[in-house]
């Protein structure tokens, strides 16, 4: 079970938007619709920010958005705020009833 | 609001068995439609799941860890616990609590984390 693929890190400047992308297989993200997405500042833990692809949480701004598409799935964040500057991890329902994460993305608001 | 509040050793002995409670309140430990569960972070790396207990009992676990990992629940008590033997230093992490949907779905809720060392 190797961990989903997400690039190390990405950046914006403050109102862009910017995609994080979040690589599996057939196994995992391609064949459940169960991918789920985590904000994480340093030194605290991981907040819930999407599942099942594309829901948000109670409480999560509507500027971050999910998508997939075959075994990558796709996080979005809008109108870029100094605030969202944080690692992001994406996550998977995966065979046999596993979870797996991907390896983090750094978002640096520029 | 439900809260998971983890409490154990900080620091292990290598080759020993590293033992983690998590208590849960504000929700019940018995609801059928999420399970509980342990993710760990080493220190500046990656979130690694660890596996999963529903209060039926039913486990899942991540394959990379099946072979030391036990995960059991005190529904009476309301906590559930880990156990990971044999351990390494490159077992010292981060230990979190956490409720997921499903057997191992989504984590809606983290506890604050626990930070555990291995070391002599």
């Known amino acids: 079970q190797s961990a989903l693929t997400q690039p190390p890190s990405a950046s914006g400047s403050p109102g862009q938007s910017v995609t994080i992308s979040c690589t599996g297989t057939?196994?995992?993200?391609?064949?459940?619709?169960?991918v789920s997405w985590y904000q994480q500042h340093p030194g605290k833990a991981p907040k819930f920010m999407i599942f099942?692809?594309?829901k948000r949480p109670s409480g999560v701004p509507d500027r971050f958005s999910g998508s997939k598409s075959g075994n990558t799935a796709f996080l979005t964040v809008s109108g870029l705020q100094t605030e969202d500057e944080a690692d992001y991890y994406c996550?998977?329902?995966?065979?046999?009833?596993?979870?797996?994460f991907g390896g983090g993305t750094k978002l640096t608001v520029l | 609001q439900l809260q998971l509040q983890e409490s154990g050793p900080g620091l292990a002995k290598p080759s020993e068995t590293l033992s983690l409670k998590c208590t849960v309140s504000?929700?019940?430990?018995?609801?059928?439609?999420?399970?509980w569960g342990w993710i760990r972070q080493s220190p500046g790396k990656g979130l690694e799941w660890i596996g999963t207990?529903?209060?039926?009992?039913?486990?899942h676990y991540n394959p990379s860890l099946k072979s030391r990992v036990a995960i059991s629940i005190d529904t009476s008590k309301s906590r559930f616990s880990l156990n990971l033997s044999s351990v390494t230093a490159a077992d010292t992490a981060v230990y979190y609590c956490?409720?997921?949907?499903?057997?191992?779905?989504?984590?809606?809720?983290w506890g604050q984390g626990l930070l555990v060392t291995v070391s002599s």
């Open positions: 996550a998977s329902h995966a065979a046999s009833n596993t979870f797996i």
């Open positions: 956490a409720r997921q949907r499903g057997y191992a779905d989504y984590v809606g809720y």
């Open positions: 057939s196994t995992d993200i391609g064949a459940y619709n169960s």
């Open positions: 504000g929700a019940s430990i018995s609801n059928s439609d999420y399970s």
């Open positions: 099942d692809v594309s």
């Open positions: 207990i529903h209060y039926s009992g039913t486990t």
